[in-house]
C-alpha cells in the first residue's frame, strides 16, 4: 500500500493534466460522475452530483476532444444541444493541435431523435451532428435525420460497439470523449473499446435509487483499470483509470 497523496499540489493545469497521455495517443475516453454511494445521478439527471471542480474537468475534457459521443437517451434527458465553443475555448483548442470545432455523435438505435432539437439545428455546417445508428433502423426516420445530420451505420441489425472507434476515426476524429450514459459506457467498456475513465467522485450521498455508471446486462468477470492519476478538490475526487 502506498499513500497517493503525500502533500497538496495548488494550481492544477487541468488542461495539461488531462492532456497528457492523451492528445498525443487519443482513444476514446469516457466522463462520468458518481456520488459516493456510487450513484450515476440525482433525480435523473448527472447534474444533480456536480460540483465546480466537476464543471471545470468536463470542460477542459470537451477542450481536448475531437468529437462527443452520446446514447440518445442521455443526450435527450440531459438537453444537449450543439457545442458552441467561445473564443478562448478555441484557442485552447489551437494550442493542444485540435480543431476549433467539437461535433456530437448521437448514438442511437431507434433514431427516436427529433429533427428540430437543438442538437441538431445549432450544430453548424463545419460541425453537423453524427447520428451512430445500423443498417436496418426504419428508413423514414432515418431519411428526416439525415436532412440535419450525417447518419452513419455501425453494424446491419444493431450498433456493434467496436465499429464506433474506426467510423469515427475514418472521418478524423481519434480523441473520442463519450460521455454516457450508462448503458453506452457498459456496452463500450464490455468489448474492450474503452482506453480511459475519467471518474469524478462527489461528496454526496445520493441514497437509495439511482442506478450505476453502467448498466445493462451482466458482465461475469470485472475488468481491471489502473489508476494513473487523482485530484481532488473540496472533498470531490477526480480518478483518471486506464484499461489494462
Not at 456520488?35 to 481536448?64: K, Y
Not at 465499429?163 to 464490455?190: F, K, N, S
Request: proline share 6%; glycine share 10%; hydrophobic share 40%.
Amino acid at each position: 500500500m502506498r499513500a497517493l497523496l503525500p502533500g497538496p499540489v495548488d494550481d492544477v493545469d487541468v488542461h495539461a493534466y488531462y492532456a497528457a497521455g492523451w492528445t498525443d495517443r487519443g482513444g476514446v475516453r469516457v466522463n462520468f460522475v458518481a456520488s459516493i454511494d456510487g450513484a450515476a445521478h440525482a433525480n435523473g439527471v448527472s447534474r444533480g452530483l456536480q460540483t465546480e471542480g466537476d464543471n471545470q474537468v468536463f470542460a477542459a475534457l470537451r477542450d481536448l476532444a475531437d468529437v462527443v459521443l452520446v446514447g440518445s437517451g442521455t443526450a435527450t434527458a440531459e438537453g444537449y444541444g450543439a457545442v458552441t465553443v467561445s473564443a478562448r475555448r478555441r484557442e485552447i483548442r489551437r494550442a493542444h493541435g485540435l480543431r476549433e470545432v467539437l461535433p456530437i455523435a448521437v448514438l442511437s438505435r431507434s433514431l427516436d431523435l427529433d429533427p428540430d432539437a437543438p442538437l441538431f439545428t445549432e450544430a453548424g455546417p463545419d460541425s453537423r451532428t453524427i447520428v451512430l445508428t445500423h443498417a436496418a433502423a426504419d428508413p423514414e426516420k432515418r431519411r428526416l435525420l439525415k436532412q440535419v445530420a450525417d447518419v452513419v451505420d455501425c453494424g446491419d441489425e444493431s450498433i456493434e460497439p467496436t465499429l464506433v472507434r474506426p467510423v469515427l476515426e475514418e472521418r478524423g476524429l481519434t480523441r473520442i470523449l463519450a460521455e454516457g450514459g450508462p448503458t453506452v459506457y457498459a456496452d463500450l467498456a464490455e468489448h474492450g473499446v474503452v482506453d480511459e475513465l475519467c471518474l469524478t467522485i462527489s461528496p454526496l450521498l445520493a441514497g437509495p435509487g439511482p442506478g450505476r455508471i453502467t448498466a445493462g446486462r451482466e458482465w461475469g468477470a470485472p475488468r481491471h483499470l489502473a489508476l494513473v492519476g487523482l485530484l481532488e478538490e473540496d472533498g470531490a475526487l477526480f480518478c483518471r483509470y486506464r484499461s489494462s
